[in-house]
């Protein structure tokens, strides 16, 4: 099973990026998945989760109506797009498939500053 993000990079506050999480060596279609994000000195937060079919989406507070996940089901990917951005949003973002024994990526970085 491999996880890899990409997309990551320096943007500055109300910017816009797109994270990708490509998937391999797992039916990506039958398994949710999940965004999370962990900056320096905090522990990993959940940011977004989508169903397998991609209909169903959940955001945590701090990102919801900023935040949009998706997934290309015929692509094995996951994708976070992430508008009106602040600092706080500054963290590693890592992506996660929730199959019976969960794996994650490696992570990117998104750093948010002027």
């Known amino acids: 099973v491999q996880l890899v993000e990409s997309g990551g990079g320096l943007v500055q506050p109300g910017g816009s990026l797109r994270l990708s999480c490509a998937a391999s060596?797992?039916?990506?279609?039958?398994?949710?998945m999940n965004w999370y994000r962990q900056a320096p000195g905090k522990e990993r937060e959940l940011v977004a989760s989508?169903?397998?079919?991609?209909?169903?989406?959940n955001y945590a507070d701090s990102v919801k109506g900023r935040f949009t996940i998706s997934r290309d089901n015929a692509k094995n990917t996951v994708y976070l797009q992430m508008n009106s951005m602040q600092p706080e949003d500054t963290a590693v973002y890592y992506c996660?498939?929730?199959?019976?024994?969960?794996?994650w990526g490696q992570g990117t970085q998104v750093t948010v500053s002027s």
């Open positions: 989508i169903s397998s079919g991609g209909g169903s989406t």
């Open positions: 060596g797992f039916t990506f279609s039958s398994f949710a």
């Open positions: 996660y498939a929730r199959t019976s024994i969960g794996y």
